[in-house]
């Protein structure tokens, strides 16, 4: 699937609707990502970002639309659970949701059991320590429990677990969230390097101007129940959208802005 420029689309969401009681997360909401970018998605706390991404990965049935993913169909009845669709994507949940009662190397290999139950202890062993070091953690951390290690190093982990099945797409939901600034800026230093190497896109769910200015290549804005802007930030900063204009020339947006210029 190709855009009207050329691009070639890997996520495509046409007029999604979502609701809980009566409440409309969202209404008409259109969202294309293309291959190869990271999309950074913004918007106000509870505008819909985390359950956008898991309608976009098949968790949460919307009322209404249409999504494809990787030029499937994820609402066909067919293709819902598909494994084939599924393993072509790695999920690092908001608040990263290591299993704690098992040590890192065994978390990364939970979805790898799930997909390809056969593998020999040693190639999970293997694969694991791969994930491990590809993650920017040190050897020793495939041993340890999720308890033993640091914020940074939790969400490596989780990083560690996303990439498992050697997914094209990666879904990141507020990754840097609860890091320092450095740890913050480490991670997303990883993203790029990870989308560089291994040629992935990636939906990146994010509160951090930094993050936006430092590895986006395009940002996506959730207001008013749909996306009401998508573009790089030069475009968006034309916008006379209230919460668009608060966001990124605000204090805190200009500081990002500046903090870009000076490096
Ligand atoms: N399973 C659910 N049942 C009912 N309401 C939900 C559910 N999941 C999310 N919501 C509500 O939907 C809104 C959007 O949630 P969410 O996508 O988590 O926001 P955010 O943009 O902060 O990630 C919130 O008001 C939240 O309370
Ligand atoms: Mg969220």
Same mark, same amino acid.
């Given at each position: 699937?190709?855009?009207?420029?050329?691009?070639?689309?890997?996520?495509?969401?046409?007029?999604?609707?979502?609701?809980?009681?009566?409440?409309?997360?969202?209404?008409?909401?259109?969202?294309?990502?293309?291959?190869?970018?990271?999309?950074?998605?913004?918007? @106000?706390?509870?505008?819909?970002?985390?359950?956008?991404?898991?309608?976009?990965?098949?968790?949460?049935? =919307?009322?209404?639309?249409?999504? $494809?993913?990787?030029?499937?169909?994820?609402?066909?009845?067919?293709?819902? @659970?598909?494994?084939?669709?599924?393993?072509?994507? @790695?999920?690092?949940?908001?608040?990263?949701?290591?299993?704690?009662?098992?040590?890192?190397?065994?978390?990364?290999?939970?979805?790898? $059991?799930?997909?390809?139950?056969?593998?020999?202890?040693?190639?999970?062993?293997?694969?694991?320590?791969?994930?491990?070091?590809?993650?920017?953690?040190? =050897?020793?951390?495939?041993?340890?429990?999720?308890?033993?290690?640091?914020?940074?190093?939790?969400?490596?982990?989780?990083?560690?677990?996303?990439?498992?099945?050697?997914?094209?797409?990666?879904?990141?939901?507020?990754?840097?969230?609860?890091?320092?600034?450095? @740890?913050?800026?480490?991670?997303?230093?990883?993203?790029?390097?990870?989308?560089?190497?291994?040629?992935?896109?990636?939906?990146?769910?994010?509160?951090?101007?930094?993050?936006?200015?430092?590895?986006?290549?395009?940002?996506?804005?959730?207001?008013?129940?749909?996306?009401?802007?998508?573009?790089?930030?030069?475009?968006?900063?034309?916008?006379? $959208? =209230?919460?668009?204009?608060?966001?990124?020339?605000? =204090?805190?947006?200009?500081?990002?802005?500046?903090?870009?210029?000076?490096?």
């Amino acid at each position: 699937m190709r855009d009207g420029q050329g691009h070639e689309i890997v996520i495509s969401v046409r007029g999604l609707r979502n609701q809980f009681g009566k409440q409309v997360i969202h209404e008409n909401l259109d969202l294309d990502v293309r291959r190869g970018e990271i999309l950074g998605v913004v918007g @106000g706390s509870g505008t819909g970002k985390s359950v956008l991404m898991r309608s976009i990965i098949g968790l949460q049935r =919307p009322d209404a639309g249409e999504i $494809h993913v990787l030029d499937e169909n994820l609402l066909d009845r067919d293709t819902v @659970g598909d494994d084939e669709v599924r393993r072509r994507w @790695g999920v690092l949940f908001q608040g990263g949701a290591l299993f704690s009662t098992l040590t890192v190397a065994e978390n990364i290999q939970v979805p790898m $059991h799930e997909f390809y139950p056969g593998l020999s202890a040693n190639l999970l062993d293997e694969i694991a320590r791969t994930k491990v070091h590809l993650s920017g953690l040190f =050897p020793e951390a495939g041993a340890k429990y999720p308890s033993e290690l640091s914020g940074g190093m939790k969400k490596r982990a989780g990083l560690a677990r996303a990439l498992a099945m050697d997914p094209e797409l990666l879904f990141l939901d507020e990754p840097t969230a609860g890091l320092d600034p450095i @740890g913050a800026a480490k991670f997303d230093e990883l993203t790029r390097d990870l989308k560089e190497t291994l040629g992935l896109t990636v939906f990146l769910i994010t509160h951090d101007l930094d993050t936006l200015h430092a590895i986006c290549d395009r940002v996506a804005v959730l207001a008013d129940r749909r996306v009401i802007a998508i573009g790089k930030i030069d475009e968006l900063l034309t916008s006379d $959208h =209230p919460w668009i204009k608060e966001y990124f020339s605000g =204090p805190r947006g200009r500081a990002a802005d500046r903090g870009r210029a000076g490096q």
